[in-house]
């Protein structure tokens, strides 16, 4: 297959037009996908049509926009064309189904959060799109039709999480998306948190001002700027809820806010502070109570919604890392589902959707897909044939047919066929789990692929053993019990030289040469060390979250030359390229002559040369300093000088990952955040690939 397509490229060359590729002559080359749908991933918007309810959209956090005409049965990708494939909300006209308005930009802030670009409608039930604008919001969470004027649209814009913006808060259109007006705005580090609509009053919104802030090595939900928000009049005024209303005093943060729709003056707001609690109010918002504080959930940056029951102003349910339910008005939780086990749904919960006059009705939506329940939760059918999976990294063995492995977040590692010798194609029980946790870099051994290595968050790393099924822990610890620091996606390497050696990364590089049983550093520290960005063990803000996401000065790329042993690059989270040529006994910085990227950035990948020892292509990306734009270079004489091989001319959105053909130099691809790119001149023109191929994060590339 590979000498097809090479040949093929040679062939087509002619097709050249105005430096790029005529993507119409590559056709009948689609991309095929091969899953795996089965662990799915996450889910971050629901909207059905009410008239008739076997139409469901379901927005994903970078899988795109899906749809179904048949009660969740059939699913279709209808969005893939689009700029970007992160969604934050999606909402049928209550007016006419056919028209459907979607922002783009997930709304939960965690560290793999990715981008979006504005708004978009479409008013032939998704067959087509026309961008509405609002590219720079980034993150969308929500948006809300007006049912009396569906001209009128209402956008809750979080905006970036890396950065100060005044790109975010409340907007609004009177024109059908034509122009936007900004509503509500607090201050550049402020954005959306919740935003609803008064069932009964449209011209009634509440909406909770999030202050909230994510750094490389830190994250601070909470501060000045954030408060719950009421206007009467669609938006022309606002009147700011704090404590002399009932609400805590003090800094405030997330919340997640519901009107009850059979009695709109019972409100609910889940609402983040030093003690964080869940507030009612009884006359529409102007004053609230708390009514608890206990079971409620712990991680609201990440989750905090509550619902309403529509016939039942007490019964809520509660989405945090599970689905918790109050029959009381919350005064108790008790949980509505199990999060294991044969009738288990996956955990984490960011999506949710009722039928506003059946209360049995209902869909849920978390990190692990799309659930459906009939009988008010008691019962739930998952949904397993959307293919959402948020790969890290991915690799494949030498078998015939051969297979694929990768990490995924929050459903941990994998292996599948690429093809199978058998009718029906590649079936989800055709996948089968290495590992567990959050799944990153999975390593088959090149000798047998009976074993390999596949990692979780923080560094851990495990030996697996596919006929017995044991995982041995072969996490690499300091001879001298210093303290390693691991970051939350590790990097680990094959030796090219030795099937039996590996390298992985903390601050040092480190070698063994039997399958992790026993560790050597070969290397100083190779990260810029600053105490003052080794404090994620206090992260979170109001709400203490130390999970390891925000470990910093960490390796995260490891690149042994292929043609010379002794060659090896790493890169770190904190902008070094180092390179040893003595492998090992000395290191040489070569970051500062890359000039372009803004120091310290991101360096999430080095790709060594089959080619040459003294060439290598690094990717660096800052998008987490709030720089979008693309960074990719290449050495060919060992660090010394590099030049750019990508640009915004040529591409659009921060670059993730870089392959170049094993037998075909001047054949590259490059894989960013809104798609996949392809270079048949060696980098000197990029063309994005849009044959069979979505607009989603390309993490990852191997051939």
Known sequence: MKRRILTTLILISSVIIADELDMKKFKGMKARSIGPAGMSGRVTAIDVVLSNADVMYVGTASGGLWKSESGGIKWEP?????????IGDVTVDPTNPDVIWVGTGEGNPRNSQTAGYGVYKSINGGKTWEYKGLGETRNIHRLLINPNNPD??????????????????????????????????????T??????????NPDKLIANMWQFRRWPWYFKSGGEGSGLYVTYNGGKEWKKRTDKDGLPKGELGRMGIAIARSNTKIVYALVESKKNALYKSEDGGFKWKKVSDKNIGGRPFYYAEVYVDPINENRIYNLHSTVTVSNDGGKTFSQLMTAYGSNGVHP???????????????????????????DRGKTWRFVENLPLAQFYHINYDMEWPYNVYGGMQDNGSWRGPAYVWRAGGIRNAYWEELFFGDGFDVVPHPGNSRYGYAMSQGGNVGRYDLLTGHTQLIKPVHPDGERLRFNWNAAIAQDPHDEDAIYYGSQYLHYSTDRGNNWKIISPDLTTNDPEKQKQNKSGGLTYDATGAENFTTIIAIAPSPTNRNVIWVGTDDGNVQLTQDRGKTWQNVSKRIFGPPEGSWIPQITASNYDPKEAVVVINNYRRNDWKPYVFRTTNYGKSWKAIADEDNVWGYVLSYVQDPLEPKLQ???????????????????????????????????
């Open 78 to 86: 209808i969005f893939d064309d689009q700029k970007a494939a992160s």
């Open 152 to 189: 009128e649209v209402y956008v809750g814009a979080q905006g970036s999480a890396w950065g100060d913006s005044e790109n975010r808060g409340v907007y609004k259109t009177t024109n059908g998306g034509e122009t936007w007006e900004k509503i509500l705005y607090v201050n550049e580090s």
């Open 191 to 200: 954005g959306i948190g919740e935003l609803v609509m008064d069932p009964q």
């Open 348 to 374: 984490d919960h960011h999506a949710f959707w009722g039928h506003p006059t059946n209360p049995h009705f209902i869909i849920e939506g978390n990190d692990g897909g799309l659930n459906i329940s009939l």
């Open 669 to 703: 691809f490059l894989g960013t955040e809104f798609g996949l790119y392809v270079s048949i001149d060696g980098s000197k023109t990029w063309t994005k690939w849009t044959s069979g191929f979505p607009t989603v994060s390309t993490m990852d590339l191997k051939i």
